[in-house]
């Protein structure tokens, strides 16, 4: 059993940055990708950035890449989500997932595990 807690989310003015935070339960944290999605109200969940396991490889979306960088530490069994010049469509709650393979994932169905979610609102 993998549990995976966010934090790091709040209320930011566009162009603002914040540092999400995922820490995993369970000691086979390192053998995994890792991923954050997102889902804005009305909206479905999209896929934003994937690490693989080692942290040697990493994928983003469009919408965020040269703003959004994906990093990991495994040996505090922790991913982060730095986000830079945020603007108001990014908000939504930010979710971390646990990829089923040691690879980059973009499709949710690739991920076992899901955090709870922690909400970003970036005001404009």
């Known amino acids: 059993q993998v549990q995976l807690v966010e934090s790091g989310g709040g209320l930011v003015q566009a162009g603002g940055f914040l540092r999400l935070s995922c820490a995993a339960s369970?000691?086979?944290?390192?053998?995994?990708?890792m991923g954050w999605f997102r889902q804005a109200p009305g909206k479905e969940r999209e896929f934003v950035a994937a690490i693989s396991w080692g942290g040697g490889s990493t994928y983003y979306a469009d919408s965020v890449k040269g703003r959004f960088t994906i990093s990991r530490d495994n040996a505090k069994n922790t991913v982060y989500l730095q986000m830079n010049s945020l603007k108001p469509e990014d908000t939504a709650v930010y979710y971390c997932?646990?990829?089923?393979?040691?690879?980059?994932?973009?499709?949710?169905?690739?991920?076992?595990?899901w955090g709870q979610g922690t909400q970003v609102t970036v005001s404009s």
């Open positions: 369970g000691r086979i944290f390192s053998s995994y990708g």
């Open positions: 997932a646990k990829d089923s393979n040691p690879f980059l994932g973009v499709r949710g169905d690739e991920y076992d595990y």
